[in-house]
Antibody, heavy 123, light 108 residues
Framework: EVQLLESGGGLVQPGGSLRLSCAAS????????MSWVRQAPGKGLEWVSA????????YYADSVKGRFTISRDNSKNTLYLQMNSLRAEDTAVYYC????????????????WGQGTLVTVSS | EIVLTQSPDFQSVTPKEKVTITCRAS??????LHWYQQKPDQSPKLLIK???QSISGVPSRFSGSGSGTDFTLTINSLEAEDAATYYC??????????FGQGTKLEIK
């Protein structure tokens, strides 16, 4: 059974940093691209970042480029999101999601989502 | 960036009713359009892939159609458990694969 378990969320002050983790199980982690998608309270889904199965290719939304870094450790079956210079508008539930293929390529889709971790940026 | 616009934003429906949700893309995306269901306090779940292809384990009352810029999610004979927000998602324009704003279904 596929499982994605996010952790690392919490309350942080504006300008602060946080690192999210997503522990994966039930599938060959290195064979799939992964993404972070967030959802602000009461709002819709917003793609944040993606990484290929090997970790060699990374992608970012303009809203987080230069502040967030996605990475993965395939030996630990874990996806990460390092978030720096956090802003109030980064407040959201952050989901990790499994892509259908090793590459974050056109015409793919998310086959499975974790339960999410809440990040609150407030003073 | 490709913008996806769903309609309606909200719909209140009775059980056994037929529901249609539309998703319009700001430019042609072929069949690279997928639908997700998000129940309250849950994560999204894949419902339909490539506009019209069914997903194993998803009830047959859910179906999709369309291509290019106009897409439809249909729920036949709505059940109480279908109360959720439904999102369309395009994967045509790498890497900014955008979502629609969501359609919230309330069961009367």
């Amino acid at each position: 059974e596929v499982q994605l378990l996010e952790s690392g969320g919490g309350l942080v002050q504006p300008g602060g940093s946080l690192r999210l983790s997503c522990a994966a199980s039930g599938f060959t982690f290195s064979s799939y691209a992964m993404s972070w998608v967030r959802q602000a309270p009461g709002k819709g889904l917003e793609w944040v970042s993606a990484i290929s199965g090997s970790g060699g290719s990374t992608y970012y939304a303009d809203s987080v480029k230069g502040r967030f870094t996605i990475s993965r450790d395939n030996s630990k079956n874990t996806l990460y999101l390092q978030m720096n210079s956090l802003r109030a508008e980064d407040t959201a539930v952050y989901y990790c999601a499994k892509w259908v293929r090793p590459y974050y390529d056109s015409s793919g889709y998310y086959v499975y989502w974790g339960q999410g971790t809440l990040v609150t940026v407030s003073s | 960036e490709i913008v996806l616009t769903q309609s309606p934003d909200f719909q209140s429906v009775t059980p056994k009713e037929k529901v249609t949700i539309t998703c319009r893309a700001s430019q042609s995306i072929g069949s690279s359009l997928h639908w997700y269901q998000q129940k309250p306090d849950q994560s999204p779940k894949l419902l339909i892939k490539y506009a019209s292809q069914s997903i194993s384990g998803v009830p047959s009352r859910f179906s999709g159609s369309g291509s290019g810029t106009d897409f439809t999610l249909t729920i036949n004979s709505l059940e109480a458990e279908d109360a959720a927000t439904y999102y369309c998602h395009q994967s045509s324009s790498l890497p900014r694969y955008t979502f629609g704003q969501g359609t919230k279904l309330e069961i009367k």
